[in-house]
């Protein structure tokens, strides 16, 4: 659904992915379940959520209700925060080196 381009389709799957990412996020440091099951595959969705980094479209209504306020940017960034955040502390580097424009958040 990320490489379908359709970008309804990409939002709702994106957001799905956050939810997974944040489903069971240790608070003290991360790394509970689903952030060590997803880790490994993230080198290889890291490229295809770099096409959406920079992305302004809106999702609106029909789209994840819970972000119609945002855009497609602003939800992958949230994706990359909490993949540092619950991925474990190493995974900044693996980030930047697929998405060079990404910055830890203040």
Do not use: W
């Not at 890291?46 to 940017?73: F, I, K, W």
């Not at 925060?81 to 203040?106: D, F, Q």
């Amino acid at each position: 659904m990320l490489q379908s381009g359709h970008r309804p389709s990409v939002a709702k799957a994106a957001y799905i992915f956050l939810l997974l990412l944040n489903a069971d996020a240790v608070s003290a440091g991360g790394l509970g379940a689903m952030g060590r099951a997803i880790a490994p595959y993230l080198p290889r969705v890291l490229p295809t959520l770099n096409l959406y980094v920079d992305d302004s479209h809106r999702m609106g209504p029909e789209g994840c209700h819970q972000m119609a306020e945002s855009n497609l940017s602003t939800l992958i960034n949230m994706i990359l925060e909490a993949c540092e955040n619950n991925c474990g502390n190493n995974l900044y580097k693996v980030i930047k080196y697929a998405i060079p424009t990404y910055s830890r958040a203040s």
